[in-house]
């Protein structure tokens, strides 16, 4: 493949925050097959970061969401997927608009389910970017 000839496509991805736990999903895609990874995908043209942060809780969790905010912008490049590809990834955090609301799993095809996980007993494997910032000792949750 021709990397200089490749796409960079554009990712917004939540933390999606419970307490002191996150949402994670369990991946069925190409790439980062069977490892845990934060709600989020492609950003549409025209939209903002937290209209697409949004609409991808919305789309793949059933979830509505609030106090949508940048964290990190990362540049990650998977060369050794099975398609290598370029991603500038957005990552935002939010809280459930409505405590009450229990996320579903509307996109069987792309994950086995969502579930609440401690941010102190993260399940594994996670999806390798989200470990690289875990094991750069990133954290999500606002300072108190």
């Known amino acids: ?22 949402l994670l999903g369990h991946r069925r895609s190409s790439i980062g097959q ?7 995908g492609h950003l549409e043209f025209g ?5 697409c942060g949004s609409r991808e809780m919305k789309e793949e ?13 990362r540049n990650i490049i998977f060369l050794e997927e099975p398609e290598p590809s370029h991603y500038v990834t957005i990552f935002m955090r939010a809280v459930l608009a409505d ?11 792309k994950c086995d389910g969502w579930d609440w996980y401690d941010w102190d007993n993260l399940p594994k494997p996670l999806f390798w970017p989200l470990e690289k910032m875990v094991q750069a000792g990133f954290n999500p949750f606002p300072i108190a």
């Open 1 to 22: 493949m021709d990397m200089e000839n490749g796409a960079v496509e554009v990712a917004v991805v939540v933390f999606l925050l419970r307490g002191k736990t996150i």
């Open 34 to 40: 069977s490892t845990f990874s934060l709600p989020g």
């Open 47 to 51: 939209e903002s970061f937290e209209e």
């Open 61 to 73: 969790t059933g979830l509505d969401i609030d106090q949508v905010e940048l964290l990190t912008v």
């Open 99 to 109: 405590p009450q609301q229990v996320p579903q799993n509307l996109e069987p095809h």
